[in-house]
């Protein structure tokens, strides 16, 4: 069953605003990642963060992780047109096989110059 | 690139058709996974091979066969396949099976007449 749960299925934003997609799952985990993918391509792993980490950043990306909500958000911070892609969170759970991650359906983020 | 490749990029073939899809890793990982992505679904993980040995089938019909002949190449053979079959098909790879970043290639693009 899908574990991991992303919102809003669509974001359309202009260039230089930020942008923030979440992520819900719903069994206890060791770590959640972030990829992106660009139209018809492989996916790109973005940032991890662990179960006892509360946020993480990496460049003009901020991951934040609140375990007691089984919620994750990654914030885009001053959009690029070539940030537009589609965002992916993905969970191992204590439930799934070792090695196993279990992919959202995506938010799909289109930035306009 | 990720150094992870995958040929062909695109395929097209009848349902009594026989064919093979490679995924080639150049990053000294031991664990190596095939995906399928379907328009609108979430990535669906379909075989785990770590250390050459097949440690998941999610259940995935016989008509798609893995082949991992050592932890740098992965197959997945194709026969008699379905219209729904079609999709990207995605391989990873990463150091181990325990589920931390995976490398994905950029995908073969399936289609089934």
């Known amino acids: 069953s899908q574990q991991g749960e992303e919102d809003p299925q669509a974001l359309s934003i202009q260039e230089g605003e930020n942008a923030t997609m979440n992520c819900s799952y719903k069994?206890?985990?060791?770590?959640l990642q972030w990829y992106r993918q660009n139209s018809g391509r492989g996916l790109v792993h973005l940032i991890l963060?662990?179960?006892?980490?509360r946020e993480k950043h990496s460049g003009r990306l901020r991951v934040t992780l609140d375990t007691s909500k089984k919620s994750s958000s990654l914030l885009i911070t001053a959009s690029r047109a070539a940030d537009t892609a589609s965002y992916f969170c993905?969970?191992?759970?204590?439930?799934?096989?070792?090695?196993?991650?279990?992919f959202g359906k995506g938010t799909k983020l289109s930035v306009k110059p | 690139e990720t150094g992870v490749t995958q040929t062909p990029r695109h395929l097209v073939m009848g349902m009594t058709n026989k064919k093979s899809l490679k995924c080639e890793q150049h990053?000294?990982?031991?664990?190596m996974y095939w995906y399928k992505q379907s328009a609108k679904k979430p990535l669906e993980l379909m075989f785990v091979?770590?250390?050459?040995?097949?440690?998941e089938n999610n259940s995935v019909p016989s008509r798609f066969s893995p082949e991992c002949p050592n932890s740098s190449h992965l197959f997945l053979h194709l026969h008699t396949l379905q219209p729904e079959d079609s999709a990207l098909y995605l391989c990873?790879?990463?150091?181990?099976?325990?589920?931390?970043?995976?490398?994905f290639g950029p995908g073969t693009r399936l289609t089934v007449l």
């Open positions: 990873a790879s990463s150091l181990d099976s325990t589920p931390d970043e995976q490398f």
């Open positions: 069994t206890s985990i060791n770590n």
């Open positions: 993905a969970t191992d759970g204590y439930g799934g096989s070792q090695g196993n991650l279990i």
């Open positions: 091979y770590n250390f050459k040995e097949q440690t």
């Open positions: 990053l000294g990982h031991n664990a």
């Open positions: 963060i662990r179960s006892n980490e």
